[in-house]
Nanobody, 122 residues
Framework: QVQLVESGGGLVQTGGSLRVSCAVS????????MGWFRQAPGKEREFVGA???????YYADSVKGRFTISRDNAKNTVYLQMNSLKPEDTAVYYC????????????????WGQGTQVTVSS
């Protein structure tokens, strides 16, 4: 069984930065594509970005150039570095793991963390 635990969320002002981590336990972390999603109140869960097992990264247009995803396979951890934060980035952020080549859809992900709240004040 694979378990994911996010940490590092919090409150930050507009224009600030925050790094969220996702620690993964279980086997074969390095074989999974790791994705980040977010969900704001009253909205659907949306794709933020992902990093494949080879280190290729993909981002939603809304965060491209501001957010960076990285992974440390030795630590079984994936990171989401968020810069130039905006109030519209406020959401619960989730990490997830998939073996699928389709990385933008939540239903393709097999394992999910519990989420961490990120709030950006204006």
């Amino acid at each position: 069984q694979v378990q994911l635990v996010e940490s590092g969320g919090g409150l930050v002002q507009t224009g600030g930065s925050l790094r969220v981590s996702c620690a993964v336990s279980g086997h074969s972390f390095s074989s999974y594509t790791m994705g980040w999603f977010r969900q704001a109140p009253g909205k659907e869960r949306e794709f933020v970005g992902a990093i494949t097992r080879t280190g290729a990264t993909y981002y939603a247009d809304s965060v491209k150039g501001r957010f960076t995803i990285s992974r440390d396979n030795a630590k079984n951890t994936v990171y989401l570095q968020m810069n130039s934060l905006k109030p519209e980035d406020t959401a619960v952020y989730y990490c997830a793991a998939t073996s699928s080549v389709i990385i933008g859809q939540p239903r393709q992900y097999d394992y999910w963390g519990q989420g961490t709240q990120v709030t950006v004040s204006s």
